[in-house]
C-alpha cells in the first residue's frame, strides 16, 4: 500500500517551488493597488446604493398612483 501522505508532500513542495518564482509587488505598489481596490469598492457601494433608493422610491410613486388608499 502506497503512503497517502507521499502525494501531499510532493504537492507541497511544488507549490513552494512555484510561489519562489512568482514576482511579489513592492510595498507601495501593494499601497496602490488596495487604494485602488477600497476606491473602487467605495463607487460601486455608492452605485448600487443610490440605484436601489431609486428603484424604491419610483416603485412606491408607481404604487400610489395606481393604487391609491382608500
Known amino acids: 500500500m ?11 513542495g511544488e ?3 512555484e510561489l519562489k518564482k512568482a514576482s511579489w509587488p513592492t ?3 501593494l499601497r496602490s493597488s488596495t487604494l485602488v481596490v477600497i476606491v473602487a469598492i ?12 431609486s428603484v424604491y422610491n419610483v416603485i412606491t410613486l408607481l404604487t400610489k398612483l395606481f393604487r391609491p388608499e382608500s
Open 27 to 29: 510595498l507601495p505598489e
Open 15 to 17: 507549490t513552494v517551488a
Open 2 to 12: 502506497a503512503n497517502p501522505f507521499r502525494k501531499i508532500r510532493i504537492f507541497a
Open 42 to 53: 467605495l463607487l460601486l457601494g455608492a452605485f448600487i446604493t443610490l440605484s436601489d433608493w
